[in-house]
């Protein structure tokens, strides 16, 4: 067994002007930007897919693009997520799933439930929620990870809920959001979004080498030991992990430039 978990650095997604002639080179095609881009990165994190249905035909797209060991991590429908009675979504959750997905066979990873910060934790709600979600989907192996943004969630009942279900918090670095470390999955899904434009990568050098060692931490199958938990008396399987870091939101002039400079970091 390896003694450490593939990490991945990447951004969401690799349609932004300020990277035409900055990441991509001066006179690539638009047409050609997700090859690039994923010559360069490991992983993109697609936000599309939260705002509509894609067709099949553009997953095989996708797919057919980017090289062997490239994975797209995508974000479920918003129609989802952004409503009263999470336990009443099984219909929406379906439609998502079933929209073409599995035409990106092994490039497809982890599914990005992003909740509202208005949205409260309500546990049994929730916990019906989390039921509805497959471990597989017409044999393809599925991995979800949650994004929630209210300060009630930071309780143990919650971290529990996903343990059980083997469902990845996102552990999202946030100057609003709260911030949930707490491993409680097979794989690891950090979200980095306090970067600056002004920094060439993203993240100031201290900041990038701190997180390169959370990340190393977290494939080793161990917690960082300078990250906050909800429910630090909980005791963690050492495992090797698979392990997501996606420079986004803030900064996102330099992301790709952050993306390729964690991963240098990390050899």
Same mark, same amino acid.
């Given at each position: 067994?390896?003694?450490?978990?593939?990490?991945?650095?990447?951004?969401?997604?690799?349609?932004?002007?300020?990277?035409?002639?900055?990441?991509?080179?001066?006179?690539?095609?638009?047409?050609?930007?997700?090859?690039?881009?994923?010559?360069?990165?490991?992983?993109?994190?697609? %936000?599309?897919?939260?705002?509509?249905?894609?067709?099949?035909?553009?997953?095989?797209?996708?797919?057919?693009?980017?090289?062997?060991?490239?994975?797209?991590?995508?974000?479920?429908?918003?129609?989802?997520?952004?409503?009263?009675?999470? #336990?009443? =979504? =099984?219909?929406?959750?379906?439609?998502?799933?079933?929209?073409?997905?599995?035409?990106? #066979?092994?490039?497809? #990873?982890?599914?990005?439930?992003?909740?509202?910060?208005?949205?409260?934790?309500?546990?049994?709600?929730?916990?019906?929620?989390?039921?509805?979600?497959?471990?597989?989907?017409?044999?393809?192996?599925?991995?979800?990870?949650?994004?929630?943004?209210?300060?009630?969630?930071?309780?143990?009942?919650?971290?529990?809920?996903?343990?059980?279900? %083997?469902? =990845?918090?996102?552990?999202?670095?946030?100057?609003?959001?709260?911030?949930?470390?707490?491993?409680?999955?097979?794989?690891?899904?950090?979200?980095?979004?306090?970067?600056?434009?002004?920094?060439?990568?993203?993240?100031?050098?201290?900041?990038? %080498?701190?997180?390169?060692?959370?990340?190393?931490?977290?494939?080793?199958?161990?917690?960082?030991?300078?990250?906050?938990?909800?429910?630090?008396?909980?005791?963690?399987?050492?495992?090797?992990?698979?392990?997501? =870091?996606?420079?986004?939101?803030? #900064?996102?002039?330099?992301?790709?430039?952050?993306?390729?400079?964690?991963?240098?970091?990390?050899?």
């Amino acid at each position: 067994m390896s003694k450490s978990g593939t990490i991945r650095t990447g951004i969401g997604g690799w349609t932004f002007d300020a990277w035409e002639g900055t990441f991509y080179p001066e006179k690539l095609t638009k047409k050609r930007q997700l090859e690039y881009a994923s010559s360069k990165l490991s992983v993109i994190e697609v %936000n599309g897919t939260y705002y509509g249905s894609q067709k099949p035909e553009t997953f095989a797209k996708w797919a057919s693009e980017v090289p062997d060991g490239f994975i797209f991590s995508l974000k479920a429908s918003r129609f989802t997520t952004n409503r009263k009675i999470l #336990g009443e =979504a =099984a219909e929406s959750i379906d439609k998502f799933l079933n929209q073409g997905l599995v035409e990106l #066979g092994d490039r497809l #990873g982890p599914l990005l439930w992003q909740f509202a910060p208005t949205k409260k934790f309500e546990p049994d709600d929730f916990e019906a929620f989390l039921k509805l979600l497959p471990e597989k989907l017409e044999g393809l192996p599925l991995r979800h990870v949650v994004e929630v943004r209210h300060d009630s969630f930071k309780v143990p009942e919650f971290v529990a809920l996903l343990e059980k279900y %083997n469902i =990845a918090p996102v552990c999202a670095d946030h100057f609003d959001y709260p911030m949930i470390a707490d491993v409680t999955a097979d794989f690891v899904y950090a979200r980095l979004q306090k970067g600056s434009d002004e920094i060439p990568t993203c993240y100031a050098d201290d900041d990038m %080498n701190t997180w390169a060692s959370r990340l190393k931490t977290w494939a080793a199958g161990d917690v960082p030991a300078d990250l906050p938990l909800v429910d630090d008396g909980r005791k963690v399987k050492k495992e090797p992990r698979d392990v997501f =870091a996606f420079f986004i939101h803030e #900064g996102k002039v330099n992301a790709p430039q952050g993306a390729m400079a964690m991963a240098e970091l990390l050899k």
